[in-house]
């Protein structure tokens, strides 16, 4: 099982980009998605994850409010719409997915994900 995530890139501060992590489909019906992602010299942290109905998602406090994470259930794709994006906000993002809900993976670390996919580098200049 491999998660393929893709859109990272350079951008200013105040731009928006979209990230996306195909999942491999209903097998993962039960299994929450989500990303972490690890800023240069410090430890991978939970961004957001979503419910694999897709109908229940979780938000670390520095990104809700900014960040969307959503499932498009027709093409098992899970995107995480980030707005108003801040040089803190500079990392390899990770796509993640595990048997659980989206709060729980929050409180789990990041090799504690059953799937975990390549990272996707986001850099955000001042």
């Known amino acids: 099982v491999q998660l393929q995530a893709s859109g990272g890139g350079l951008v200013q501060a105040g731009d928006s980009l979209r990230l996306s992590c195909a999942t491999p489909?209903?097998?993962?019906?039960?299994?929450?998605v989500g990303w972490f992602r690890q800023a240069p010299g410090k430890e991978h942290n939970f961004v957001a994850a979503?419910?694999?109905?897709?109908?229940?998602?979780y938000y670390s406090n520095s990104v809700e409010g900014r960040f969307t994470i959503s499932k498009d259930s027709a093409s098992n794709t899970v995107h995480l719409q980030m707005n108003n994006l801040k040089p803190e906000d500079t990392a390899v993002y990770f796509c993640?997915?595990?048997?659980?809900?989206?709060?729980?993976?929050?409180?789990?670390?990041?090799?504690?994900?059953?799937?975990r996919g390549k990272g996707t580098l986001v850099t955000v200049s001042s």
């Open positions: 993640v997915a595990r048997r659980t809900s989206p709060q729980t993976m929050s409180r789990l670390p990041f090799y504690a994900m059953d799937y």
């Open positions: 489909g209903q097998a993962f019906i039960t299994y929450a």
């Open positions: 979503v419910a694999g109905s897709g109908r229940q998602s």
